[in-house]
């Protein structure tokens, strides 16, 4: 008896661990596969913002954890904010550490800040992107979360806009306060100086307080400044400056050992110069090369130009200049004048060792403050691009 009752337990056990395992390993795999984002068109609307007293729209969409989160997930925080923000916006940049102060100062006072990019992939241009390293697609959240270590839910509304529209954020970033009934007693701004350091979120904290001790906001409503929000329908001025930057003229001139030098010298750009050397039988070279026209696209409009030096053989330029042509080259480029490729070695850079391709950033003052030889990793080169005191992230 007491055989069948111990081999009973012993089967009973095991069921148990293959079943715990089983869902461990199936938590294990949601997390792991993570989400595909699939950005759609939208068909265009008027968005209202949401009104005062209403109660909290419902969402369940993944965040930058992997997860689906829903309203009811926060049902036990006194105080709900959800903060329209996005990556790109230099006014949401600006705003990022008093998010991150918020959150951590009200930690233990029953409120949860969940933040949610409202912006479609489709409608952001390449020239909207000049105070960021990213744009605002899901995988680049989760890059823009790691870097800045987020204390607060990230979640993405990209694909269709369906917590978004329910909301009506006008721009980024855009606040909503919520009662513990989760109807809505603040929107609008988090202060009203957007430049780091000269505020700290006080419109926000003053409502949260009211709410916490039981009160309503003095201040319910503000206007907001920031980047509009990027709505899937607007995708007309995308699809017109795309078809004008494929349309400029692309033109490949000689460079000589001076011209090099005068370039590297960047006397009278006033501007932080990027340049990659490539060569057409270079395989990395002309893989990587589109992502330097996306780079001049994103930071042309300031203080930044890109120029590219071909190391092919003078005599193979038009070959070069087809690639370039290809590619929608249109900034300056050059072919060096020389086959010897020894002297193109000494002139870029002496302590590059000859290999391709080969890129470096020169600031006015004609120093070298970033240079790389092989394939680059353009956020890295993108970070340091926007972070250099000549661009920044902010107005």
Same mark, same amino acid.
């Given at each position: 008896m007491k #055989?069948?009752? $111990?081999?009973a337990i012993i089967v009973l056990l095991t069921i148990s661990i293959f079943i715990s395992c089983n869902e461990s390993s199936s938590i294990e795999t949601e997390i792991i596969e993570g989400f595909v984002a699939n950005p759609q068109p939208v068909q265009a609307q008027e968005v209202p913002t949401l009104e005062l007293n209403a109660e909290a729209p419902d969402f369940n969409l993944y965040g930058v954890d992997g997860k689906k989160h829903q309203l009811s997930d926060y049902a036990k925080s006194d105080v709900l904010v959800v903060l329209f923000t *996005? !990556?790109?916006c230099p006014t949401a940049q600006a705003y990022e550490d008093r998010v991150i102060k918020f959150v951590d100062d009200y930690k233990d006072k029953s409120v949860q800040l969940v933040a949610i990019s409202p912006n479609s992939p489709l409608g952001l241009l390449y020239e909207e992107l000049g105070y960021s390293d990213l744009n605002d697609d899901y995988t680049d959240m989760i890059k823009r979360a790691d870097y800045k270590k987020y +204390?607060?839910? $990230? @979640? $993405? &509304?990209?694909d269709d806009h369906a917590v978004s529209l329910q909301y009506g954020p006008v721009a980024t970033p855009h606040v909503f306060v919520f009662s513990k009934e989760r109807k809505l007693e603040y929107v609008g701004r988090l202060d009203g100086s957007e430049k780091p350091g000269t505020a700290d979120a006080e419109d926000l904290r003053n409502a949260v307080d009211a709410?916490? +001790?039981? &009160?309503?906001? /003095? @201040?319910a409503s503000t206007k907001t400044f920031g980047c509009s929000t990027k709505w899937a329908w607007k995708t007309e001025y995308k699809i017109k400056l795309d078809k004008e930057w494929n349309e400029k003229d692309v033109t490949l001139e000689f460079i000589n050992d #001076?011209? %090099?030098?005068?370039?590297?010298e960047n006397k /009278?750009?006033?501007?932080?110069?990027? =340049? !990659?050397?490539?060569? /057409?039988? *270079?395989g990395p070279c002309i893989i990587? $090369?589109?992502?330097? =026209? !996306? %780079? #001049?696209?994103?930071y042309g409009a300031r203080d930044f130009e890109f120029i590219s030096i071909s190391a092919d053989k003078p005599e193979a330029k038009d070959k070069a200049l087809k690639f370039l042509k290809d590619k929608h080259s249109s900034v300056s480029n050059y072919i060096y004048d020389k086959d010897d490729k020894y002297t193109l070695i000494e002139a870029i850079d002496p302590k590059w060792n000859g290999a391709l391709p080969y890129t470096l950033l020169i600031n006015e003052n004609a120093e070298i403050i970033w240079s790389h030889q092989g394939e680059v990793d353009f956020l890295s080169l993108k970070r340091v691009i926007v972070e250099n005191e000549k661009i920044g992230r902010y107005y």
């Open positions: #055989q069948k009752l $111990y081999f *996005c !990556n790109h +204390n607060f839910p $990230y @979640l $993405y &509304d990209g709410l916490l +001790n039981g &009160d309503k906001p /003095t @201040l #001076q011209g %090099i030098k005068e370039l590297k /009278t750009s006033g501007k932080l110069r990027l =340049i !990659n050397v490539w060569a /057409t039988w *270079c990587e $090369y589109p992502e330097f =026209i !996306n %780079i #001049q696209r994103m």
